[in-house]
């Protein structure tokens, strides 16, 4: 099956500074990578996604590369902000099937 | 948290006893899932259901049992059966790829 490993587990970052968290993954069927960033107590919540057929994808101060041929893809946030603090999950997916998460990033942003 | 909800936010059982979460979705999805996370890691999970009577074991299905009688419900019975069952269980439903998930349960057994 998928293996997805995320990288690093813990990251603190100054006020202003960019973050950025990468993952990879085992299975060149998979398609479908999105991102989500959880809050103490709460679900997961989708804050960005790349298909495979796409390199690159940006939402404001967020972007989300893809290398196919690497199998890996990475999270990337600009200019960080307090509110960016939580913990944020890689997935992998092959046609809607099982998602294969990754353990997890605890982002902290220094003010 | 979408059109997903979980039920309770808490709960609190003794050992050996058997536990049903429950997952409503106004969503109009077809697949649902339901994950465990506990601390420090990934979500592993349970089981998952792709359309309604139908359901399929994921890697962590020992000690738990689903079912799918309505697309709108898909609840997760945590039986006596599962050596440690304390942990904040995840429902989630998908449609084209795209994966929404409740609030949680976190469960705690005495």
């Known amino acids: 099956g998928e293996n997805v490993e995320q990288h690093p587990s813990t990251l603190s970052v100054q006020e202003g500074d960019s973050a950025v968290i990468k993952c990879t993954y085992s299975?060149?069927?998979?398609?479908?990578f999105p991102w989500y960033k959880q809050e103490l107590g709460k679900g997961p919540q989708l804050i960005i996604d790349i298909r495979s057929n796409v390199g690159e994808k940006k939402d404001q101060r967020i972007a989300v590369t893809l290398n196919k041929t690497a199998k890996h893809f990475s999270l990337h946030i600009t200019e960080t902000q307090p509110e960016d603090s939580a913990v944020y999950f890689c997935?992998?997916?092959?046609?809607?099937?099982?998602?294969?998460f990754g353990t997890g990033t605890s982002l902290t942003v220094i003010p | 948290d979408g059109g997903i909800t979980q039920s309770p936010k808490y709960l609190f059982r003794k050992e050996g006893q058997n536990v049903t979460l429950s997952c409503e979705q106004n969503l109009n999805h077809d697949a649902m899932y339901w994950y465990r996370q506990d601390p420090g890691q990934g979500l592993r999970l349970i089981y998952y259901?792709?359309?309604?009577?139908?359901?399929q074991k994921g890697d962590i299905a020992e000690g738990y049992s689903v079912s799918r009688e309505k697309k709108e419900s898909f609840p997760l019975t945590v039986t006596s059966a599962q050596k440690n069952p304390t942990a904040f269980y995840l429902c989630?439903?998908?449609?084209?790829?795209?994966?929404?998930f409740g609030p949680g349960t976190r469960l705690t057994v005495l």
């Open positions: 997935a992998a997916s092959r046609a809607g099937n099982q998602f294969y």
């Open positions: 259901s792709q359309i309604v009577n139908d359901f």
């Open positions: 989630a439903s998908s449609v084209y790829n795209e994966q929404f």
């Open positions: 299975d060149s069927a998979s398609n479908y």
